[in-house]
């Protein structure tokens, strides 16, 4: 059974910083493109930065130059680093571990999700 599970959020002040970390178990990490989404009450769950297999990466506009996507093979752990943050990242951020297979149906598994609020 795979299971992704987030930590990391909380309350911080406008400015500030958070990691969030998802552990993947059950499953071969590193075939997976790892994602982080967040949803704010009201509005669309959005994509916020994803990384492959190999390390490449791409990021929402909105958080270019701020977040850091990282992923470490040996733990199956991705990684989101989040440096000054804004009242506008508050959201609920939830884990995303994708598989497009070759053959057969791809492979799509959620976490439940870790709380961050920024402050103003």
């Known amino acids: 059974q795979v299971q992704l599970v987030e930590s990391g959020g909380g309350l911080v002040q406008a400015g500030g910083s958070l990691r969030l970390s998802c552990a993947v178990s059950g499953t071969i990490f590193s075939v997976y493109v790892m994602g982080w989404y967040r949803q704010a009450p009201g509005q669309q769950r959005e994509l916020v930065a994803r990384?492959?297999?190999?390390?490449?990466?791409n990021y929402a506009d909105s958080v270019k130059g701020r977040f850091t996507i990282s992923r470490d093979n040996a733990k199956n752990t991705v990684y989101l680093q989040m440096n000054s943050l804004k009242p506008e990242d508050t959201a609920l951020y939830s884990c995303?571990?994708?598989?497009?297979?070759?053959?057969?149906?791809?492979?799509?598994?959620w976490g439940q999700g870790t709380q961050v609020t920024v402050s103003s």
């Open positions: 995303n571990a994708h598989y497009s297979a070759i053959y057969g149906p791809d492979s799509n598994y």
């Open positions: 990384i492959t297999g190999g390390g490449r990466t």
